[in-house]
């Protein structure tokens, strides 16, 4: 699942993308171009489970991110940004929303509501022009020869046009998994699940007004939303030990850093969930869409073991912690054996069981 960061000039969304990923230079001659990096997930039933178990390994699940070209009107005209969005699954958006004087704003004002609707605005109107255009050439081909398939697409196209002339994103249009399939190589950006970061100053980390001012519009577009301080985090990244980054976060009120919220809220928005694999040797965790089956889980892990899944052993984090180890889980009867049905959940602790 790859994450796209975006924004205006000057919001901080480099800064931020450095703290993310750990990439600690950005090649200027790279500016136009989308720069790859990748976060790990920090869930703290991972660190408990690596306590618990010793393990001569330790990999954490990851969030592949890429940092996009700055969105002005040179990439807006000419394209280029749009056709970079479309290659993600979802969208970081950082909104500026700090004073600096000593740092430009490209509409000459810091205004975080502004500038949240002219982006949405462009995303809409590139998928509006998108539409216009096929619906005209289905029109022109279904004119020349009669074809269902075409006409279906057209009909459906229209609805597209029509939803997204009410000013709404197509991330909240029903679909049927035939029309799904039928638009899913299409560049609609609102399709899209994204994320808000407004990018505060420190004393506006915990200014609820402002997060309530974005509040309604984005529960309306399906869009999460969470305020950050680029700055802060960038200082908190330069301290050494964890225990001097806990007791930074504490002494301002900081409950989950930028990297444990925008990771929570893009799991969250892209509808996946954490289920781990434990043992001596390893312990890892993997990310899989929520309602999947277990042998949907197991194919994650490599794809034999989906290939010649026979069952899965599962047991759940809350219970492991709740009981204390594996041999009470037993002893309780909170160790089960499923099969090809069983519907992953957060949480889960799996052994899969497979022959090929």
């Known amino acids: 699942m790859k994450v796209g960061i975006i924004g205006l000039p000057q919001t901080g969304k480099k800064t931020l993308f450095q703290i993310l990923t750990g990439n600690a230079a950005l090649d200027p001659a ?13 869930d703290s039933r991972f660190n408990t489970l690596v306590d618990m178990y010793q393990p001569k390994k330790q990999v954490r699940a990851r969030l592949d991110l890429a940092l996009l070209p700055r969105l002005e009107a040179e990439t807006i005209a000419g394209g280029e940004i749009f056709r970079d969005i479309a290659d993600m699954d979802a969208i970081c958006h950082v909104i500026r929303a700090f004073e600096d004087d000593a740092v430009y704003h490209a509409q000459g004002s810091v205004n975080a509501w502004r500038d949240f609707e002219n982006v949405n605005a462009e995303l ?24 269902e398939a075409r006409q ?8 597209i046009q029509a939803h997204l002339e009410q000013e709404n994103p197509l991330r909240l249009m029903a679909l049927s998994p035939d029309e799904d399939k039928m638009i899913r190589s299409y560049p609609f950006i609102t399709r899209k699940k994204m994320v808000i970061a407004v990018n505060v100053a420190e004393e506006d980390l915990g200014n609820q ?16 939303v969470m305020l950050v301080s680029a700055k802060v985090e960038a200082e908190i990244a330069l301290l050494d030990t964890a225990s001097e980054k806990q007791e930074f976060l504490d002494a301002l009120g900081i409950e989950e850093t930028a990297l444990e919220m925008l990771t929570r809220l893009c799991l969250r928005s892209l509808n996946l ?24 889980a197991a194919g994650v892990i490599h794809s034999d073991l989906e290939r010649g899944f026979i069952r899965a052993e599962v047991f759940s984090y809350d219970d492991l912690i709740a009981f ?3 041999a009470e889980l037993k002893k309780a009867g909170r160790f ?13 602790i799996l052994n899969i069981r497979f022959s090929v």
């Open 30 to 42: 790279k500016a136009n171009k989308p720069v790859p990096g990748a976060a790990d997930i920090m």
């Open 124 to 147: 809409l109107m590139h998928d509006q022009i998108f539409a216009e255009k096929r619906i005209q050439r289905l029109a022109d081909e279904v004119k020349k020869i009669k074809d």
């Open 152 to 159: 279906k697409e057209l009909d459906l196209m229209q609805r």
């Open 209 to 224: 007004d402002l997060l309530a001012r974005f509040a309604p519009a984005c529960q309306a577009q399906a869009i999460e």
């Open 273 to 296: 969930i954490s289920f781990f694999t434990v043992g001596k040797d390893e312990v890892r965790q993997w990310l899989v869409r929520r309602e999947s089956t277990a042998p949907r």
């Open 324 to 326: 204390g180890s594996e």
């Open 336 to 348: 089960y054996v499923e099969g090809k049905t069983y519907l992953v959940k957060d949480g889960d």
